[in-house]
């Protein structure tokens, strides 16, 4: 049998005292909040009994060290799968409100052209397909269980959109997929020709949120 469930978590709040969006920038990793909350998701799962049997992480520094509670909560290695990955950003490294001062600048204005793809980064069409190829390769990858992949909230979100049949564009400020939440999916029926399909979306760390500083910039 493959796994019963696959839960794909978010990374914890990232220490970014500038604001910027951080995208695949190096030396992004957690704050010390960051890792309380990762901590607080890892132990949730443990603690109800959660049957975790594999836990794959994004290359980027902040998904690694929010795997690393996972890792020790359940004594497993963690691999990395590279289609976890936060998206490509022509904003990387820009305070909140790129996309407005765009509009002043216009060697900028191909960045903006096609917001439904959109044209500042990679299409959400690509993103969702990658995402839900490592899911797929994911629950393939035990005899049983469940398997943990920590990501990014665009990736998780592409995934919700792409399962639940809803246009992959949207409001960026809508996203339910809070730092350290888990949204579980799982393929029903339980064979490779089965659909993944969102089965629960777990917060455990809101308690925490309410001291974030960064929550990620839109």
Request: proline share 7%; aromatic share 8%; with cysteine.
């Amino acid at each position: 049998m493959p796994a019963t469930r696959i839960h794909l978590v978010r990374h914890g709040e990232v220490h970014n005292p500038d604001r910027v969006l951080y995208g695949r920038l190096p030396g992004f990793g957690l704050s010390d909040l960051g890792g309380q909350m990762a901590l607080a998701s890892a132990n949730a799962w443990r603690d109800v009994g959660v049957d975790v049997r594999r836990i794959v992480a994004s290359p980027l520094q902040r998904t690694q060290e929010s795997a690393a509670p996972w890792a020790a909560a359940y004594d497993l290695e963690v691999t990395l799968d590279e289609r976890l990955i936060e998206p490509t950003n022509r904003y990387e490294g820009q305070p909140p409100g790129f996309t407005k001062r765009s509009l002043r600048r216009p060697a900028e204005w191909p960045w903006i052209a096609n917001p439904l793809r959109p044209s500042w980064g990679e299409a959400y069409e690509s993103i969702a397909n990658r995402m839900l190829a490592a899911v797929d390769t994911a629950w393939r990858s035990v005899d049983e269980g469940d398997v943990v992949l920590v990501s990014h909230q665009l990736p998780i979100w592409m995934v919700h959109r792409k399962l639940a049949g809803e246009s992959l564009w949207h409001d960026p400020r809508k996203r339910r997929c809070d730092l350290s939440s888990i949204t579980t999916v799982e393929r029903v029926p339980a064979t490779s020709t089965g659909r993944f399909t969102e089965v629960g979306y777990a917060d455990p760390a809101q308690e925490l949120r309410a001291r974030a500083i960064d929550e990620g910039a839109v």
